[in-house]
């Protein structure tokens, strides 16, 4: 539009805008251009014309096409013969340079003013135009018009440049973030400016994109709903928006459900997370004219105005602080409601065609709490678009209404023009009932139609029962849950489900998607589908949904692909133990390529490497992540121990493929445990190819993360808590596993199992998996151990004693022994089992005995410990002997002997070495040092070699002359051969670890000398610290060196812990006086003739002295007793070695201190640190045995056969061995057979154990669960005990307050001296009861049912029965008597519940019932039968019971009472084969059936047999009957009768009354009836022998007349 601002500045264009004329330029900016002209230059040309352009203008098709791109330009199609037209606009064609947000708002949203000036009437002494504006609010230029000139927007109005737009400060107010803010004119719909607006979400707002769009609406101004609803409301919104990164619209405004939307986001730490945004009314909006860019700071860069929140005026509304944008919709006035709502909702429908996925919109929500008629409006709307809604119930206003109607409406079909037509209508009183709901809230604006309109508005709303979802505060679910439900309602195609089961997946609710999706047969998902579910699934770690898709059919051997695992690993989050550990060998990569671009120097490498450096900077998080990388870090877990097969070279580019694997499972659990989420870890490890090595390794990368944890410096406790459980639940699974391999197969099959060689898990076993994780609990397991102790024997027999093999150290006496048959090959693999089970024992040659027999570690440990004695004891005969001794010719023989025996264990450390499983040889080297016996091992051979050159060098110059320099390199090498000494002791002693007592006591004390070393830092902090203080007091001026003074003073200190306190050295320096006479004299006269004092100093010194003393100076002269407090201060010589007795006082003090620190507190607390480490290893000292046992037999089970200094020629014959089988092919074809062998029977061991394992699996899932159900089975023990007390105490409390109120009054009367009135009770006084609940549900499911023999009920818990309440396992008996004898059919789904069926009525006297598949259901819950049962009728079997009474007069006729309470006579009837009375009844089912009639009918046929006398004696006898229930009749109870028939699906109602009779009533003896065995009349002095039923009513027959009641007191049901 041609319209102009203020400042005549045509729309559109902004004071500082430029506008240039200027050519296309040859490459754009996407981002900072387009065209003026929204209707130029994008043409459709023909081939004539592109050749012409090109001609003109090279770059414009390219530029033409760019433009195409960015959507910038319309097209117009242009023919030939207007070419030069088109190149006409292309030259004229401005560019404006939109470099800002402020530049683009100006430009492309205008607001609209109002440009003619009316005066309202009534409003002379305030002007205020017609559009609801203050004159002062008018743009300059507008006209004013006289008082009756007619107003309206289209031609009073005009649009003007935007000035209020940019961020909001709000003053006074606590907010993390600067709300943006817009105001939007009202124009043709909004189809301009809405189309605007993802520009400005995604460019100049930068918003996130959502998963979901939640509108709410409701009340603003008048809003009163209760805080429960509130908190639910907030707390439910809440939870939805963080879980699905929604985006939620409100109305902005501080008030009403917006504030309380606000304040809850407010609140929240995700406030800057959530967006926010407000639709509100600029005219409607308080303190609008802040809003004003004119009001910006001037300083700022970009436009923010300041907001002051306070009270609105009437009419008015604040924007709300929390909300994260506003939209402030404009239409140049300042009184008209509702103008916002027209652009909410095509904003809204922007918002979720602009995050279009698969042809599938973003879903949206609306939710309704409280609210008015635009409410209902904005509801309908929402429905019509297809979306779904949520409506609160119990918020009041029309959020009430519209569910009454909801529930209410019952649907009916109707003709129009023809055809057949569903819609849902009101019966009348539904419809009177509305209205009155209605009229309640808004009868102020009935005038205007609004109860027809909201009543059509909510019955059609009612017509989308599929999309509207009605909650309330007391269903069971929260708010979110009821939100996603009402979004997996609606259907759709494939790509809908998809975004359906995406969102729950975010959600995280996995019943919803079992519940709405799943259970529908239509809905299903290809394999392709299911694979893209699953990923998503597994990134988002939502372990439910994971194991959904599972059971619904996903094939995760198919999903599991090098593209699906990289896709998984670069999606890791930032707070995951694998995305650190991948960040790090990110690092170190890029460390060592730019080292190595330094090292090669060369240009060309050096951009290539910064060029795929800055490429991978771009990417976000993880991005480039490949499985190699993957594998190294499994390597570095593994302590390079282990060979990922991603490792392979394959895996080391980025292009990706659908190869599966073998182990899908192994490898998720894996990536689960990198992943940090230990439940789909588990969930993965249950259907793991081997279970156990997956179990120990995911111990082990728990463990390691947790060190790592340290490493990181997070300090995140809870973090380290959670993988150090994670770790031990993985390693107890494992040894679940063991254990029950180990208790259910034979022993060839669990051994198989531990050594086996896995080719997925690097050809490792799982043996040495265990070793390698160091998993401590696995290790002492007795499978293992078993294991292990048949290593240490070897094939000797395990039941030989020690000293018999001890003796058989010596040939040829092994042969004697017994041995066991081999279940190995030579080279230490498993034979196949199944030659195992068919082997005969083997006979062993005397060969074969000799070789088994030295071969088995325990004889290797026997005779290394044999000669490593021998060697001490020469090396200590040899360190201890004299010189003389040492060099005499006839000990060189034990020098040499030591000598080639520390030689030889060179050879066996390297072995060592290189057995390790390491590939690397480097980490080969460092996993061996990681022992401190090894680096002990490694230092005494060094010291010995060095010890033993230096006493090598000292031999050959002995010529027997006395030297110095001789005897000073003997000395050295007596030191470092004591080093060596101690070494070589501290190593005999690791082999004691294998002693199940030394062993344990060795790991105490390394454990103790850690807690030593802590403690010696305390103590040294306190010695220096004492030391220090007390050499300054008593030695100020010594004459000993630094060093000297240093050591003395901590040996001194250190003494004296031990009780050498030094305290005669401490007394000779005590001094009488201020000083002492002789060392004054002594010190002052040294000091003057020393010898490098000058001559002029000296004289300096004797005046200075003469001075001061004011005497001579003489030789010999006594100075003290011209010595004064100041004067002997002042003189340093005097004082250098005087020591006066504060001195002495302060340095006794300091000891004091000292020793009550270092003596008491710090010995107490080392006392108290050593015996919890007692403790805490002998808890232990099982396991730490166990451990340290295995890596002494691992040890010397790899040592050679011949002890040191033997182990020489070993190794000697086998480096010629080497030689051999490189020289003779034959050799090594025929092991290369043999390991071809091996290779076939490991591949048969490895399939056999894997079934073993599953089946263990199998095993150990179900007593899993078996143990979960047996825990809950108690628990729900427990639970019902505790609430059988509690609703005992209840009913006591409940019971004393009922007694104790109507005492209560009279009570007080007599306390304060009134009369009172003793009511004496009338025989025959009735009273009206009103209507009850039903007694509890107990008969109902008493064991066996009672109305057939053999037949059992399921049991049901009390906390089970209601029917809203899951009970998963619920299976009953379906049990209907045949017997019987009924007109009633079987086939329920004929029949009509809830209604007059018939003749027979089958409404309920308690409550409308359920009816389930056509089975009506109990109202009162489950009984554990299905079926009718005994009873006549399916659904409620009435019966009318009529309880007859009279005054019990024993003997002299006179009322008979016990304790002042009248005793009643009941009239008790037979009417089975029981031997039990009961109360009278008859049933009463028909519709013909009066109440009244009926329960005449019992007392004239069943108690009393009038029904076969003559006509006038019944006429007697009905006027009787007549005139006792119109005076003397009073109703029990009507309902639900807790029966012991009852099932599931039929159940007994009773309608009870009693009846006082007297006179002929009274008199009358019983008589039994035609369908009555026996009639009596029993007195209630005492309790009857009746069903536990009926005395619960006639309990209350007693309370009602106020007689004597026999069950006083008790709780009957």
Not at 950 to 960: E, V
Request: net charge positive.
């Amino acid at each position: 539009m041609g319209t102009e601002t203020n400042n005549g500045i045509p729309a559109g264009q902004g004071k500082d805008q430029v506008k240039t004329e200027t050519k296309l330029p040859e490459k754009p900016d996407c981002k900072d251009v387009v065209l003026e002209n929204e209707t130029a230059i994008n043409v459709d040309l023909d081939e004539e014309a592109k050749k012409k352009l090109e001609k003109e203008d090279p770059n414009y098709l390219k530029n033409r096409e760019l433009f195409k791109k960015i959507g910038e330009i319309k097209s117009e199609k242009l023919l030939s013969e207007h070419v030069e037209l088109g190149l006409n606009k292309l030259r004229s064609s401005s560019i404006v340079i939109e470099k800002t947000f402020e530049d683009w708002v100006k430009r492309n949203v205008n607001v609209r003013e109002c440009i003619k000036f009316v005066k309202k009437k009534d409003n002379k002494d305030n002007p205020i135009c017609k559009c609801g504006n203050k004159r002062n609010d008018h743009i300059p230029r507008t006209v004013e018009q006289p008082p009756d000139s007619k107003w309206d927007q289209k031609s009073c109005t005009t649009l003007i440049e935007n000035n209020s737009f940019g961020k909001i400060n709000f003053s006074g107010v606590d907010t993390n973030t600067q709300p943006q803010y817009m105001r939007v004119a009202v124009d043709n719909g909004h189809s301009n400016t809405i189309k605007k607006m993802e520009r400005l979400f995604t460019e100049f707002w930068k918003l996130n994109e959502p998963d979901l769009l939640i509108s709410v609406t409701g009340g603003a101004k008048s809003f009163n709903v209760s805080h429960d609803i509130c908190v639910s409301f907030q707390q439910g919104l809440l939870s939805a928006a963080k879980s699905t990164n929604a985006w939620l619209i409100t109305g902005g405004q501080n008030c009403g459900v917006m504030k309380l939307v606000g304040d809850v986001i407010g609140r929240s730490i995700f406030t800057s997370k959530i967006c926010t945004i407000g639709v509100g009314n600029w005219g409607k909006t308080w303190r609008r004219e802040m809003l004003l860019n004119r009001n910006r700071h001037p300083q700022s860069r970009e436009p923010i105005v300041n907001y002051t929140l306070d009270a609105p005026a009437k009419g008015y509304a604040a924007l709300d602080p929390n909300h994260t944008h506003h939209f402030l919709v404009d239409d140049g006035t300042a009184e008209k409601e509702g103008i916002e709502i027209e652009f909410r909702g095509e904003l809204e429908n922007l918002i979720c065609n602009m995050f279009t996925k698969d042809g599938v919109s973003l879903p949206m929500v609306c939710i309704m709490i409280e609210g008015g008629m635009q409410s209902i409006d904005q509801a309908v709307s929402t429905l019509r678009k297809g979306n779904t809604l949520v409506v609160l119930k119990g918020s009041g206003r029309a959020s009430d209404i519209l569910c009454y109607g909801f529930e209410h409406s019952i649907e009916v079909e109707t003709v129009e023009d023809g055809e057949k037509k569903k819609v849902r209508m009101l019966t009348e009183p539904c419809r009177k009932e509305m209205i009155k709901l209605i009229d309640k809230d808004f009868s102020k604006y009935r005038a205007q139609g609004i109860v027809e309109k909201m009543i059509t508005a909510v019955l059609e709303i009612s017509m989308y029962r599929e999309t509207v979802t009605v909650f309330s505060i007391y269903n069971p679910e929260p708010l979110d849950f009821y939100i996603l439900s009402s979004l997996m309602q609606s259907s759709g195609n494939s790509a809908t489900r998809m975004r359906q089961m995406r969102l729950a997946i975010t959600w995280g609710h996995a019943r919803v998607a079992k519940e709405f999706i799943f259970s529908r047969k239509e809905y299903k998902f290809s394999s392709d589908e299911l694979n893209s579910l699953l990923l998503f699934s597994i990134i988002k770690q939502r372990t439910a949904f994971v194991k959904l898709l599972i059971d619904y059919g996903a094939d995760v051997r198919a999903f599991v692909t090098q593209t699906h695992l990289t896709r998984l690993y670069n999606e890791l989050r930032s707070s995951t133990g694998g995305y650190r550990l991948l960040q790090e060998k990110r690092k170190k990569e890029k460390i060592e390529r730019g080292k190595n671009t330094k090292s090669e120097g060369g240009l060309q490498n050096g951009r290539k490497n910064k060029n795929r450096f800055s490429i991978r900077r771009k990417d976000k998080g993880l991005r480039g992540v490949m499985l190699s990388d993957v594998g190294s870090i499994m390597g570095t877990v593994m302590q390079g121990s282990y060979k990922s097969i991603f490792c392979d070279p394959k895996y080391n580019e980025r292009a990706q493929g659908d190869e599966t694997f073998e182990n899908p499972f192994d490898i998720l659990t894996m990536y689960s445990a990198l992943a940090d989420c230990q439940p789909m870890a588990l969930l993965f490890w249950e259907n793991c190819k081997t279970p156990m090595a997956t179990g120990l390794v995911a111990h082990k990368i728990y463990m390691f993360l947790d060190k790592m944890e340290g490493k990181w410096a997070r300090m995140d406790e809870e973090m380290t808590e959670k993988l150090e459980n994670a770790a031990h639940e993985f390693e107890m699974l494992s040894c679940s596993l063991l254990t029950a391999c180990y208790h259910n197969y034979d022993k060839s099959e669990w051994i198989n199992i531990l050594t086996v060689k896995m080719k997925d898990w690097g050809h490792l076993s799982l043996f040495d998996i265990a070793n390698i994780t160091n998993c401590k609990n696995f290790i002492s397991h007795a499978a293992y151990q078993s294991h292990l102790t048949d290593i240490w024997m070897g094939n000797i027999h395990a039941s030989t004693p020690t000293w018999k093999l001890l003796l058989s150290i010596i040939p040829p006496l092994p042969i004697f022994l017994s041995f066991n048959n081999r279940v190995t090959n030579k080279d230490g693999t498993m034979k196949r089992l199944d030659m195992i089970c068919e082997e005969t024992p083997h006979k062993f040659s005397s060969r074969e005995r000799l070789e088994l027999y030295y071969t088995s570690p325990v004889i290797k440990f026997f005779l290394n410990t044999i000669t490593y004695l021998i060697f001490l004891m020469l090396f200590m005969t040899r360190l201890i002997a004299t010189k003389s001794a040492s060099s005499s010719k006839s000990s060189m023989g034990a020098d040499y002997y030591t000598l080639v025996f520390v030689i030889s264990t060179l050879p066996v450390e390297v072995s060592q070495i290189m057995k390790k499983h390491t590939k690397s040889v480097k980490k080969r080297v460092l996993n061996h040092f990681k022992r401190v016996y090894n680096i002990s091992d490694f230092l005494a051979v060094l010291l010995f070699l060095v010890a033993f050159c230096i006493k090598a060098r000292i031999d050959s110059d002995d010529d027997g002359i006395y030297d110095l320099n001789k005897f000073s390199s003997y000395h050295q090498y007596r030191l470092i051969a004591s080093l060596c000494f101690g070494f070589y002791s501290l190593r005999f002693v690791q082999m004691f670890e294998i002693n199940s007592q030394i062993g344990p006591k060795l790991f105490m004390l390394k454990r103790m000398s850690i807690d030593l070393f802590f403690f010696l830092f305390l103590l040294l902090v306190f010695t220096v610290t004492y030391s220090i203080a007390s050499e300054a007091l008593l030695y100020p001026f010594n004459n000993n060196t630094l060093g000297d003074s240093i050591f003395m003073s901590v040996k001194r200190s250190y003494l004296n812990v031990f009780g050498d306190i030094g305290s005669e050295d401490m007394d000779k320096k005590l001094v009488t006086g201020h000083c002492n006479v002789d060392v004054v004299n002594q010190t002052f006269w040294q000091s003057m003739s020393l010898a490098d004092i000058n001559k002029t100093e000296f004289k300096k010194t004797i005046e200075h002295t003469k001075k001061l003393f004011k005497i001579d100076i003489r030789e010999n002269l006594d100075l003290t007793k011209y010595c004064s407090d100041n004067d002997i201060v002042n003189i340093n010589v005097i004082k250098a070695s005087t020591v006066g007795k504060v001195n002495y006082y302060i340095t006794f003090f300091l000891l004091c201190c000292y020793l009550l620190f270092v003596n008491i507190m710090l010995i107490n607390l080392l006392i108290a640190i050593f015996s919890n480490t007692y403790a805490e290893s002998e808890a232990k000292s099982g396991i730490i045995y166990k451990t340290q046992r295995s890596e002494v037999i691992l040890e010397f089970k790899a040592r050679p056969w011949l002890p040191n200094p033997l182990s020489l020629v070993y190794f000697i014959i086998l480096f010629f061995q080497y030689v051999v089988d490189k020289c003779f092919c034959k050799k090594k074809l025929y092991r290369s057979q043999i390991k071809k062998v091996n290779r076939q029977n490991a591949s048969f061991n490895a399939f056999r154990a894997s079934l073993i394992e599953s089946e263990c699996v199998a095993i150990y899932m179900r007593r899993k669960k078996a143990m979960a159900a047996s825990t809950n089975v108690i628990l729900e023990q427990m639970q019902l005990k505790m609430k059988n007390m509690t609703n005992g105490i209840e009913r006591i409390e409940t019971h004393l307050k009922k007694t104790i109120a109507p005492a209560k009054p009279k009570m007080e009367k007599q306390e304060s001296g009134e009369t009172v009135e003793d009511k004496t009770e009338v025989e025959g006084a009735v009273t009206v009861t009103k209507k009850e609940e039903p007694p509890q549900h107990k008969l109902s499911r008493i064991n066996p049912y009672a109305g057939a023999e053999g037949i059992l009920r399921y049991t049901v818990p009390d906390e089970k029965v209601p029917w809203s309440v899951v009970f998963e396992w619920y299976d009953p008996n379906d049990f209907t008597d045949e017997t019987v004898t009924t007109d009633e059919t079987d086939n329920v789904e004929d029949l009509k519940f809830n209604a007059i069926d018939g003749k027979v009525d089958r409404i309920s006297l308690y409550k409308p019932y359920e009816v389930v598949d056509g089975d009506p259901l109990n109202p009162c819950g489950r009984t554990g039968l299905k079926g009718r049962g005994s009873l006549l009728r399916w659904g409620p079997n009435k019966f009318a019971v009529t309880i007859v009474t009279r005054w019990a007069r024993p003997g002299t006729g006179n009322a008979f009472s016990i304790k002042n309470k009248q005793v009643i006579e009941i009239l008790l009837v037979k009417q089975d084969k029981s031997q039990i009375f009961s109360l009278p009844k008859i049933q009463m089912d028909k519709e013909s059936d009066k109440r009244v009639e009926v329960h005449r009918r019992v007392m004239k046929k069943v108690c009393y047999d009038y029904e076969n006398v003559s006509a006038a004696e019944n006429d007697n006898v009905d006027k009787l009957l007549q005139k006792a229930f119109q005076t003397n009749c009073m109703d029990v109870y009507s309902g639900y009768f807790d029966d012991s028939v009852n099932t599931d699906n039929a159940w007994v109602e009773v309608d009870v009354v009693t009846v006082h009779v007297d006179g002929q009533l009274a008199t009358t003896p019983p008589a039994k009836g035609s369908t009555v065995l026996e009639a009596t009349w029993m007195m209630l002095n005492k309790k009857p022998v009746v069903r536990q039923n009926d005395a619960w009513l006639l309990k209350r027959v007693c309370t009602k007349l106020r007689c004597y009641n026999p069950w006083r007191g008790e709780v009957l049901l």
